[in-house]
């Protein structure tokens, strides 16, 4: 009997029609289109805007889009995993939400909350329900809407994050494709680094942490930066390593979008050349557990049956992780 491997056979994408550039930004805090670029490679980033507008919103589109584009009947749908840091409320998850909203009413669902790397932890999670036999048909969901955590005074993040989701569906195959290996890491040393200290139950919303804007993303970057260069890419080198791949057996990179000089570093780590290397950082920023999804929704038509594929993300926590996967088909 053939192994049964879960494959990804569709991919939607959102993402919000208001663009912040990098232009306005310098109207809002001491920056410059030429810092922001040179150190980040961002020049826009979307955001969500109008009330009681939460991720479920971008969640919701890109399901929506997946489904229509892959002709599947939502009641069809075991379950529904949504990788977010900023879920609509603490609970419900927004995962429930969203199933209800595009009528999954046969799936549970539930979110998964690890930053950065959330996507590709929660596609390993899906990967394991297929593989099991017991389920045929998984949604999982990246996304964010970061705006909602950033404050707009404070330039070391606000340059940064965007919002945005992408949704992937995986069903079982025994043909010689879909996810073949995975790599996960987390340290909680992180938490010092890179954390939204207040809003949980260590420290619930009080006058007190509003006035100190402690529900904000607080982020020391030079530290992540060291983190994140080291520990992406040596998981990366890793997995190839673990599955005898050289550079040239990689047909693309798909990489977590927080920082151009991370990816080429990632990159260079890999002896992958640029042309191999899935960027949309420049016109989304930092869209947390949402970007490597978009980077499948916007390099879904160039894609191919068969082609090696490297994930890699690093996220706060510190989580961080890799997988190999070949393409299961080819777009139209």
Request: glycine fraction near 10%; charge should be neutral; proline fraction near 2%.
């Amino acid at each position: 009997m053939n192994k049964i491997r879960a494959a990804i056979t569709g991919v939607g994408g959102y993402v919000p029609d208001y663009i912040l550039t990098n232009q306005e930004l310098e109207r809002m805090v001491e920056t410059s289109d030429e810092w922001i670029t040179s150190r980040t490679g961002i020049k826009e980033r979307r955001i969500l805007k109008g009330e009681n507008q939460g991720v479920s919103v971008l969640g919701i589109a890109a399901v929506k889009d997946l489904l229509a584009k892959t002709n599947t009947d939502p009641k069809e749908i075991d379950l529904v995993l949504f990788a977010t840091v900023t879920a609509d409320m603490t609970f419900p998850a927004t995962a429930n939400i969203v199933a209800t909203s595009v009528g999954a009413i046969n799936a549970f669902s539930y979110d998964m909350g690890a930053a950065c790397s959330g996507f590709i932890y929660a596609l390993t999670t899906g990967a394991m329900y297929i593989e099991s036999g017991r389920y045929k048909k998984v949604v999982v969901i990246g996304g964010d809407k970061m705006s909602s955590i950033i404050n707009y005074k404070d330039r070391t993040t606000c340059i940064i994050f965007g919002d945005g989701a992408g949704a992937v569906l995986l069903e079982p195959t025994t043909e010689d494709v879909g996810i073949i290996d995975s790599l996960h890491r987390s340290d909680g040393v992180g938490e010092q680094y890179l954390k939204m200290p207040a809003g949980g139950s260590r420290m619930p919303a009080s006058h007190s942490s509003v006035d100190n804007k402690q529900h904000y993303v607080f982020q020391e970057g030079s530290a992540v930066f060291k983190f994140a260069v080291t520990n992406m890419a040596d998981i990366s080198a890793k997995i190839m390593e673990r599955n005898n791949l050289k550079g040239e057996d990689i047909t693309w990179l798909a990489p977590h979008q927080a920082n151009k000089r991370i990816i080429d570093a990632t990159a260079d780590r890999m002896g992958i050349t640029e042309e191999k290397v899935m960027m949309n950082i420049e016109k989304y920023g930092n869209t947390t557990a949402g970007t490597i999804p978009l980077l499948l929704w916007d390099y879904e038509k160039k894609l191919k049956k068969g082609d090696n594929i490297i994930m890699a993300a690093f996220g706060g926590g510190f989580t961080w992780g890799s997988v190999y996967l070949k393409w299961a088909y080819n777009s139209n």
